[in-house]
């Protein structure tokens, strides 16, 4: 296991301080705020820590309310709404300063047989062969030392691979608003916890879901400083197990952008293409005003 999914899983390893009610702290970001996905991933670790171990999550909807200060703890605060025979379902708020800045629902349920279909996985190619983030990163010269330091941080505990070119390593030339990932843990995860894959994977899922609205417009994001954006709403649906540490294909794309707002959908396949995670996420998409 590497230094940095080490410091990710402690990061996510939440401290309880009363029946209901857990604390976590922020790692430093690339922008001045607390990262939506870490934000996410703990509070569904939160919301796991009061079920049975044996219902893992099957969905979760969640709302960004606020910016979060990375300089001050988060507070957990978990609503156990209900615990029926297959279903558990709870409720969580995130706050900090004495305000809310972060609401989810999560539902749990315990394995059952049932119909099983899904669509295919769309082609794609080895993630083996594909450049690191290292790799990809520093061979575009636009980017500033500075900006290529931070995205390594912030995604060092998460080995990552764009089959195409990102939103800012070419931009200024629109493109198909589509964009496939492959991620997986920068080592081996320990234990079959499956609570602990899917939060791996909704930690990650909010790191490039909105690259397929660029896309469309040839903008490359904060990195080259063409575009402001946050997180709104993510929702996620987990339909069959999978493992954070292997290889995962995160393929995104964006039906519509309007208003100041662009969606994104994306869908996690295993290498083996089992569909295991549908996302949908809404984010602020602004241009910033010429002076």
């Known amino acids: 296991m590497s230094q940095a999914l080490q410091e990710l899983l402690d990061l996510l390893d939440l401290e309880q301080i009363e029946e209901n009610i857990f604390r976590g702290r922020s790692r430093a970001s690339a922008v001045p705020r607390v990262f939506g996905g870490q934000v996410a991933a703990q509070?569904?670790?939160?919301?796991?820590?009061?079920?049975?171990?044996?219902?893992?999550?099957?969905s979760l909807h969640a709302y960004f309310l606020?910016?979060?200060?990375?300089?001050?703890?988060?507070?957990?605060?978990?609503?156990?709404i209900r615990d029926g025979r297959s279903f558990t379902t709870r409720r969580v708020v995130a706050v900090q300063h004495g305000k809310p800045i972060f609401h989810l629902s999560a539902s749990f349920q315990t394995h059952e047989e049932g119909l099983?279909?899904?669509?295919?996985?769309?082609?794609?190619?080895?993630?083996?062969?594909?450049?690191?983030?290292?790799?990809?990163?520093?061979s575009y010269p636009h980017l500033s030392a500075d900006v290529v330091h931070r995205y390594l941080g912030a995604r060092a505990a998460v080995d990552m691979r764009y089959v195409d070119d990102p939103p800012y390593g070419r931009f200024g030339e629109p493109r198909d608003p589509h964009s496939q990932v492959w991620f997986r843990t920068n080592g081996k995860v320990e234990g079959d916890d499956p609570l602990l894959h899917v939060v791996l994977a909704?930690?990650?899922?909010?790191?490039?879901?909105?690259?397929?609205i660029l896309l469309a417009h040839g903008r490359g994001g904060w990195a080259v400083g063409d575009v402001?954006?946050?997180?709104?709403d993510h929702a996620m649906w987990f339909h069959r197990p999978f493992r954070a540490d292997e290889w995962l294909l995160?393929?995104?794309?964006?039906?519509?952008?309007?208003?100041?707002?662009?969606?994104?959908?994306?869908?996690?396949?295993?290498?083996?293409?089992?569909?295991?995670?549908?996302?949908?996420?809404?984010?602020?998409?602004?241009?910033?005003?010429?002076?």
């Open 66 to 80: 606020r910016i979060g200060d990375p300089g001050a703890p988060i507070v957990y605060t978990v609503d156990r």
């Open 202 to 212: 909704t930690y990650v899922s909010d790191m490039t879901l909105l690259d397929s």
């Open 250 to 291: 995160y393929d995104q794309q964006s039906p519509s952008a309007h208003g100041g707002r662009g969606l994104g959908q994306g869908r996690i396949y295993t290498q083996d293409g089992r569909l295991a995670v549908s996302v949908i996420q809404e984010g602020v998409v602004r241009v910033p005003r010429e002076d």
């Open 116 to 138: 099983d279909h899904q669509e295919p996985m769309p082609a794609s190619p080895d993630p083996e062969t594909l450049p690191t983030s290292e790799e990809r990163l520093r």
């Open 43 to 58: 509070a569904l670790v939160a919301a796991g820590r009061t079920v049975a171990a044996d219902r893992p999550p099957h």
């Open 228 to 232: 402001v954006g946050a997180s709104l």
